[in-house]
């Protein structure tokens, strides 16, 4: 019989609970808990299992999180026994208390060496603290024996974590009814730095290896951390109980969002990152934090003021990494002031720093525990707020001021346009077609058949999805490749819808689709004509033209099928061209294009079941094997699949987070352009930095509403508006 995996956790808290206990269960692994709380682990030892509930603005969810255990942490020889027979460690204590949890990890080790344990041990370091790994590894080198610190090196491996899940603290009443429950948040993903492991990386759920994790380190501390306690600091002065009552405060925001403005700029510079994909970071980390059902208090972000004004914790690193990249930290200095001002009574540390100040002076402060220099420009900055913020002479009467007051409406102007896309989005459109619709009273074949309505539209997938996009109020460059009379009717008819275009042109005439609607059955009739034969040359000239329009941080649709004589592979050549040129490539195609483009790792795919079906190998007949589909396509590395269902809705992943966005019943007038209408709202949700539910929500509601309209239409912003609301999201 097959021994189950072990994973044990220090520490059966808001993160070993709410997160670690919830990914290593559903990753297979018993989980053992290792507390000092007695009655948590009598409860947990009791129950062998506990409740966690998922929670945002639209969803509440319980899960049993069963198959753990917990030992008391001061019983040292029991938790050895447990360490020696792991397969998998975690901390989740909090950093005082990794002194006490070291010399257990070390005795643990000493007996695995001692036993010849020859399986690597890893151990997930999921606290706030840099350069983690090596501080952890240093705590147990000192209490283990000499003779064992080749084997530490050789078998342990120390790989620091990034934890984002937001986990509040419950009210006491709560906790006394039960003290296992817990309250989540749905995001499930734990980046971890990938050269910490010895041995074989772990296969968990949400598990994010990264070779560059320092970047990810700064970006979670200076973006998600710093806008926590911009929250909890200026949310304290004004009085405000939750999280998002401060994010809604209408004087704290714009100083949030220079504060997070500060910070990605100085990411940015010392990093690389992309200033569109932090844009999308942003978004979604204030997105999370208006989690109303979630209750995040104000106290908690505001929390251990002493730690969090730390020389590179998360305003004070934040502001020293702009300071050195020549930016000044102007909104993060009001942060930090209004963190040395932190004085909740029941906060311990609070109360420290505040008889700090009193006996020492602020500058001392500044020096101690900040680690500014207080003849330093940081530190002048800081000295200066804080005078005003203890004098509270800018909350009453609202003269909150930033140093350069354009930022007053910048701010305001960033949390709204963080929802519509400000990078360039192309549409590829390779087989475009001139689509001429009839609707007949009555359609009778072989005899004449007079109209009553002929309808003409620009189509072909990839111009679809620029007329959507243009509804959505965002302009789109067609690219295409067009011949004949026919391509000439269609950049005209672009150019008269105000679609920005760059064409390639060929022998030959581009095609014409006939859609023939009988009214007396609803039934239509389409007859789809090939298009132009390619020849190596027409090839070439697109490859150079799209060459030519690649920018950094631009996103670019490919849709649609084909033409004769183009290469199966050349949609993938298309997405290497334009990735490897820094920009996104979102892919809605079929057959062997889309195997091969996969194997190209685009970051978005929009298949529908069949398609799916031919890249996975095997049919799709629940929402399991859709779920296990989007798994297949993860390890392609594509980061963002979009599973289409008709009239069911779509299955929509990003990472390890899946959603199922589910529409309500409507009237279906034609399918054509449905897809195309999805594929625009999804892209332009996410590329304006919408979370991953939102953009299921707007592709679903887009692609419902083409769906409604005869013939060839693309549907509008109202329709678009009026079904986004009706979009049922869960996650799953």
């Given amino acids: 019989m097959t021994r189950a995996k072990k994973a ?70 029991a938790v050895t026994r447990e360490i020696v027979a792991a397969d998998l460690l975690a901390t989740a204590v909090g950093v005082r208390a990794l002194p006490q949890v070291a010399p257990v990890i070390a005795l643990g080790v000493a007996r695995r060496a001692e036993a010849d344990v020859g399986t690597p041990l890893n151990v997930i370091i999921c606290e706030n603290l840099k350069n983690a790994s090596q501080v952890l590894r240093g705590m147990v080198q000192e209490h283990l024996p000499r003779e064992h610190y ?43 730095d990938k050269r910490g492991f010895k041995g074989a990386i772990p296969d968990i759920v949400g598990l994010e290896p990264r070779e560059d994790f320092t970047a990810y380190v700064d970006r979670k501390l200076y973006l998600h951390n710093a806008g926590h306690a911009m929250l909890g600091y200026l ?16 004087q704290i925001r714009p100083f949030l969002d220079r504060a997070l403005d500060e910070a990605a700029q100085a990411l940015v510079a010392e990093h690389g990152f992309h200033p569109q994909a932090l844009r999308a970071h942003i978004a979604d980390i ?146 475009p077609v001139l689509d001429r619709t009839l609707a007949l009273p009555h359609l009778t074949v072989g005899q004449i058949n007079r109209a009553r309505l ?24 067609a690219l295409g490749v067009l011949g004949g009379a026919t391509g000439e009717m269609l950049r005209r008819g672009l150019e008269e819808l105000g679609i920005a275009g760059e064409f390639v042109f060929v022998e030959g005439e581009t095609r014409q689709n006939l859609t023939m609607l009988d009214e007396s059955t609803g039934l239509y009739t389409k007859i789809n004509e090939a298009g132009p ?41 298309l997405i290497t061209l334009v990735q490897s040129g820094g920009a996104r490539a979102y892919l809605d195609s079929s057959d062997e294009p889309l195997r091969l483009a996969c194997q190209a790792a685009p970051y978005g795919i929009k298949p529908n079941v069949e398609e799916a079906e031919e890249v996975v190998g095997h049919r799709l007949a629940s929402l399991d094997d859709l779920v296990g589909a989007t798994r297949v396509f993860l390890d392609f590395g594509i980061q963002v699949v979009a599973i289409s269902r008709g009239a069911q809705g779509a299955l929509v992943s ?25 594929m625009a709202g999804l892209v332009w949700a996410l590329e304006g930095g919408r979370d991953l539910a939102e953009a299921a929500r707007w592709a ?28 049922v999201v869960e996650e799953m």
Avoid at 533 to 558: N, Y
């Fill in 8 to 77: 044990v956790i220090f520490g059966a808290g808001n993160i070993g609970r709410g997160f670690l206990g919830q990914l290593f269960t559903e990753s297979g692994y018993e989980v053992v808990f290792v507390e000092i709380n007695r009655r948590l682990v009598d409860c947990l030892n009791q129950q062998g299992s506990y409740t966690l509930r998922m929670v945002n603005n639209e969803l509440s969810q319980d899960l049993t999180i069963a198959h753990v255990r917990a030992m008391d942490g001061r019983d040292e020889k």
């Fill in 150 to 192: 080749g084997y530490l090196e050789e078998k342990v491996g120390f790989v620091e974590a990034v934890i984002a899940r937001m986990v509040p603290i419950l009210p006491d009443e709560v906790r006394e009814k039960d003290p296992t429950f817990v309250v989540v948040e749905p995001y499930k993903v734990l980046p971890v």
């Fill in 235 to 250: 949310g304290y002065q004004k009085g405000l109980k939750y999280g998002y009552e401060a994010l809604g405060d209408s």
């Fill in 286 to 431: 204030l997105a999370r934090s208006a989690n109303r059902p979630l209750g995040d208090t104000v106290f908690r972000l505001a929390r251990d003021p002493i730690r969090k004004l730390g020389p590179t914790d998360r305003l004070v690193g934040g502001a020293r990494l702009a300071l050195k990249h020549g930016i000044e930290p102007d909104a993060l200095s009001w942060g930090i002031a209004a963190g040395l001002a932190f004085d909740h009574p029941r906060d311990p540390q609070a109360s420290r720093l505040q008889e700090m100040l009193r006996e020492q002076g602020v500058d001392t402060v500044l020096a101690g525990v900040c680690g500014l220099d207080p003849a330093g420009p940081l530190a002048e900055m800081v000295r200066e707020r804080y005078g005003r913020v203890v004098r509270g002479d800018i909350l009453a009467d609202g003269r909150w001021q930033i140093a350069d007051n354009r930022w007053r409406t910048i701010g305001h102007q960033l949390s709204a346009i963080s929802y519509q896309p400000s990078a360039r989005i192309v549409t590829v459109n390779l087989n």
């Fill in 454 to 477: 002929v309808r003409l539209d620009v189509g072909g997938k990839g111009f679809n999805v620029s007329r959507a996009l243009l509804e959505l109020g965002t302009p789109s460059l």
């Fill in 533 to 573: 034969q390619w020849s190596q040359d027409t090839v070439e000239s697109l490859l150079a033209k799209v060459r030519k329009h690649v920018a950094p941080g631009d996103a670019w649709v490919m849709a649609g099928r084909l033409p004769p004589g183009a290469p199966p592979d050349l949609y993938a050549r």
């Fill in 654 to 678: 990003q990472g390890r987070r899946v959603v199922q966005a589910m529409p309500p019943s409507v009237e279906i007038r034609s399918t054509v352009g449905a897809g195309d209408a999805f």
């Fill in 700 to 727: 679903v509601a887009c692609g419902t509403a083409a769906a409604m309209e005869e013939g060839t239409g693309i549907g509008t912003r109202e329709k678009f508006e009026a079904l986004a609301s009706q979009i």
